[in-house]
T-cell receptor, first 114, second 111 residues
């Protein structure tokens, strides 16, 4: 498909474990964004990539969270020593890169930390 | 503190009726304001985006307005359909990319 894809769609893990969430943006989109959405809340910004570099990572809640985009396409959000409070839907979006471009969202990964 | 407040929190209307959702923000500096529609279990889908100089933008039955002086925006839905049932999220950007999300208005359209 031509849209943003995210894998896995659901992830259940135990407290203290390490998880990786993957995002495949729309081909050719230089900008990529990660958001976190808790139940009943709007998405919360985590990090923004322009190409391979993180242009703004001010939304990452702490140093347990890290994201990479080594080739400027696929991105991985990594969470170490997961906590129950990390449970949420993690959304990825991509855009062509201009500041006013539409962001296209993936379906999200629902993370549950037991 | 940058905030985006939406009202009402939830709304129920009859199919075919119109409705208006409100968004007030205190985000500064202002770059653009976007409205998204989010169906349950899905990612948000962009409806409109407006910059400082634009005060209205339409997308089919959806019309968004922006008053940058009073920092208010509205989303008007005309002739509602059952498929309009969703959460509508107002997003205000400081530096172009979306940073400040409202909690959304949950709209239910009933037959």
């Amino acid at each position: 498909g031509a849209g943003v894809s995210q894998t896995p769609s659901n992830k259940v893990t135990e407290k203290g474990k390490y998880v990786e969430l993957r995002c495949d943006p729309i081909s050719g989109h230089t900008a990529l964004y990660w958001y976190r959405q808790s139940l009943g809340q709007g998405p919360e910004f985590l990090i923004y990539f322009q190409g391979t570099g993180a242009a703004d990572d001010s939304g990452l809640p702490n140093d347990r969270f890290f994201a990479v985009r080594p080739e400027g396409s696929v991105s991985t959000l990594k969470i170490q020593r997961t906590e129950r409070g990390d449970s949420a839907v993690y959304l990825c979006a991509s855009s062509r890169g201009l500041v006013t471009d539409t962001q296209y969202f993936g379906p999200g990964t629902r993370l549950t930390v037991l | 503190k940058n905030q985006v407040e939406q009202s009402p929190q939830s709304l129920i209307i009859l199919e075919g009726k119109n409705c208006t959702l409100q968004c007030n923000y205190t985000v500064s500096p202002f770059s653009n304001l976007r409205w998204y529609k989010q169906d349950t279990g899905r990612g948000p889908v962009s409806l409109t985006i407006m910059t400082f100089s634009e005060n209205t933008k339409s997308n089919g039955r959806y019309t968004a307005t922006l008053d940058a002086d009073t920092k208010q925006s509205s989303l008007h839905i005309t002739a509602s359909q059952l498929s309009d049932s969703a959460s509508y999220i107002c997003v205000v950007s400081q530096y172009g990319y979306a940073l400040n999300f409202g909690k959304g208005t949950s709209l239910l359209v009933t037959p």
